[in-house]
């Protein structure tokens, strides 16, 4: 089955620096990678997602790339606020046997220091 | 719009019980998912609904089982619950099985297990 690890585990950045969460994925099939925040006590949800078809993504300070071939994709959050404090999961999803199988990675702890 | 809502949000049982854990989805979605998440840990897919049928299923056993309503609302249950069975479990719902997409969590129901 698919496995998907996720790098670092803890992250401590200063406000304005940017940081990196990269994560690797094994399956070839798996065709979707979505990044859920969650904040302490929070549901997860959805930051940015990016498909098998597509290298990069950004959405204002949030990037992800995707490297197919490698199978690799991180997470580039830019200009860090103390708001981004929070733990964020990678994912990689696929359809299989009639479901979304969805396998989320171990989770990265960001804190940002002010 | 209403969110996905779970009910309870904490409880405590002892070992060998039995709980029910409810759901009700998203408007306008007709796939639930259940994942387990322990403590500092990613989500762990249990199963998805869909249409009143349970149509994919992660490694968890048998002891573990749900139940999908017409108004796609869902239920989880665990029996004889062991101490392992302490986490944090998170309802999804999203807009279709055959899809790969976002998963809109719930706040979650955290169950511990004496």
């Known amino acids: 089955g698919e496995n998907v690890e996720q790098h670092p585990s803890t992250l401590s950045v200063q406000e304005g620096d940017s940081a990196v969460i990269k994560c690797t994925y094994s399956?070839?099939?798996?065709?979707?990678f979505p990044w859920y925040k969650q904040e302490l006590g929070k549901r997860p949800q959805l930051i940015i997602d990016?498909?098998?078809?597509?290298g990069e993504k950004k959405d204002q300070r949030i990037a992800v790339t995707l490297n197919k071939t490698a199978k690799h994709f991180s997470l580039h959050i830019t200009e860090t606020q103390p708001e981004d404090s929070a733990v964020y999961f990678c994912?990689?999803?696929?359809?299989?046997?009639?479901?979304?199988?969805?396998?989320f990675g171990t989770g990265t702890k960001l804190q940002v220091i002010p | 719009e209403t969110g996905v809502t779970q009910s309870p949000t904490h409880l405590i049982k002892t070992r060998g019980q039995q709980v029910t854990l409810r759901c009700s989805s998203q408007?306008?979605?007709?796939?639930v998912s259940w994942y387990q998440q322990a403590l500092g840990q990613g989500p762990q897919f249990i199963f998805q609904?869909?249409?009143?049928?349970?149509?994919g299923r992660g490694n968890f056993p048998p002891r573990f089982s749900g139940l999908q309503f017409p108004n796609y609302s869902s239920e989880l249950n665990v029996n004889a619950l062991e101490l392992d069975d302490s986490a944090l479990y998170l309802c999804?719902?999203?807009?279709?099985?055959?899809?790969?997409?976002?998963?809109?969590f719930g706040e979650g129901s955290r169950l511990t297990v004496l």
């Open positions: 999804a719902s999203s807009t279709g099985a055959l899809n790969t997409g976002e998963l809109f």
């Open positions: 990016i498909r098998s078809n597509v």
């Open positions: 408007s306008g979605h007709n796939t």
């Open positions: 994912a990689a999803s696929k359809v299989t046997g009639g479901y979304q199988k969805v396998t």
């Open positions: 609904y869909y249409r009143e049928e349970e149509n």
């Open positions: 399956d070839s099939a798996s065709n979707y």
